[in-house]
T-cell receptor, first 114, second 114 residues
Framework: KQEVTQIPAALSVPEGENLVLNCSFTDSAIYNLQWFRQDPGKGLTSLLLIQSSQREQTSGRLNASLDKSSGRSTLYIAASQPGDSATYLCAVSPLKTSYDKVIFGPGTSLSVIP | EAQVTQNPRYLITVTGKKLTVTCSQNMNHEYMSWYRQDPGLGLRQIYYSMNVEVTDKGDVPEGYKVSRKEKRNFPLILESPSPNQTSLYFC?????????????FGPGTRLTVL
């Protein structure tokens, strides 16, 4: 059964620091991995989508990598800003399911201190 | 603007009073789904729909119904709500059933059942 974990559960950093969020999944048979941002009490905003054949994706100050063989993905945020404070979720689309499904990790709550 | 909308955004109701949460997308997406988000349990899929008149159960379908009469709309129906259905609900869509496509989420509906 595919399981997704995220470490750390919470992270607090000073403004300007570069940081890395981690996502691990137990089964490497996936279509893709997607990173989302969720602001308190609000919906999920898609940040980056990495297909299984790709190694990384970049958008602005964000860079996400995927290592399927080790079951890991990282989200790198450069020069963090207070506006980056939010919960970051990763989600995988597994190949081996009887129906179409997306499995989410529990999230990492990020606080960027001015 | 491409988006997924949900209504209402906030709802407080009483046990047993039927309610419907609407979801609509303007991207001509074939695939739509409903999730609930609970502390410590993360996001769990309730129902999904691969196209008009095609719906199926997710991980936690008990107590919920859905319908997909039109491509753009995917309402979630609680025939007899109970307090354990108090949660934050999200509707999502993507272009088609293929897991290669990016998911887009609505802003969420916070439901409280007294």
């Amino acid at each position: 059964k595919q399981e997704v974990t995220q470490i750390p559960a919470a992270l607090s950093v000073p403004e300007g620091e570069n940081l890395v969020l981690n996502c691990s999944f137990t089964d490497s048979a996936i279509y893709n991995l997607q990173w989302f941002r969720q602001d308190p009490g609000k919906g999920l905003t898609s940040l980056l989508l990495i297909q299984s054949s790709q190694r990384e994706q970049t958008s602005g100050r964000l860079n996400a990598s995927l290592d399927k063989s080790s079951g890991r993905s990282t989200l790198y945020i450069a020069a963090s800003q207070p506006g980056d404070s939010a919960t970051y979720l990763c989600a995988v689309s597994p190949l081996k399911t009887s129906y179409d499904k997306v499995i989410f990790g529990p999230g990492t709550s990020l606080s960027v201190i001015p | 603007e491409a988006q997924v909308t949900q209504n209402p955004r906030y709802l407080i109701t009483v046990t047993g009073k039927k309610l419907t949460v609407t979801c609509s997308q303007n991207m001509n997406h074939e695939y739509m789904s409903w999730y609930r988000q609970d502390p410590g349990l993360g996001l769990r899929q309730i129902y999904y729909s691969m196209n008009v008149e095609v719906t199926d159960k997710g991980d936690v379908p008990e107590g919920y119904k859905v319908s997909r009469k039109e491509k753009r709309n995917f309402p979630l129906i609680l025939e007899s709500p109970s307090p354990n259905q108090t949660s934050l609900y999200f509707c999502a869509s993507r272009r088609d059933w293929s897991s290669y496509n990016e998911q887009f989420f609505g802003p969420g509906t916070r439901l409280t059942v007294l």
